[in-house]
Nanobody, 113 residues
């Protein structure tokens, strides 16, 4: 059974940083492309960042490029999202995704101005 458990969300002032974690189990993590998505109130869920199975290839939405960093630790079966220079428009529920199929429960990030 696939499980994705996000953590690390919270309330932060604009300009601050947060690091999200997603602990994965129930599948071959080291073979899986992993992604972070987010969904703001009244908006569609959007892709934030992706990372290949080895971590060698990453991709970012334009809105977060140069501010967010996705990484993974295959031995710990965990994927991370380091979020720097946060803006109020980054406020959303952030979701971990595995293989474009499986979702975590989400973690709330709120950025105040």
């Amino acid at each position: 059974q696939v499980q994705l458990v996000e953590s690390g969300g919270g309330l932060v002032q604009a300009g601050g940083s947060l690091r999200l974690s997603c602990a994965a189990s129930g599948f071959t993590f080291r073979s899986a492309r992993m992604s972070w998505y987010r969904q703001a109130p009244g908006e569609e869920r959007e892709l934030v960042a992706q990372i290949s199975s080895t971590g060698a290839i990453t991709g970012y939405a334009d809105a977060v490029k140069s501010r967010f960093i996705i990484s993974r630790h295959n031995d710990k079966t965990t994927v991370y999202l380091q979020m720097n220079s946060l803006k109020p428009e980054d406020t959303a529920v952030y979701y971990c995704n595995a293989l474009s199929l499986h979702w975590g429960q989400g973690t709330q990030v709120t950025v105040t101005s």
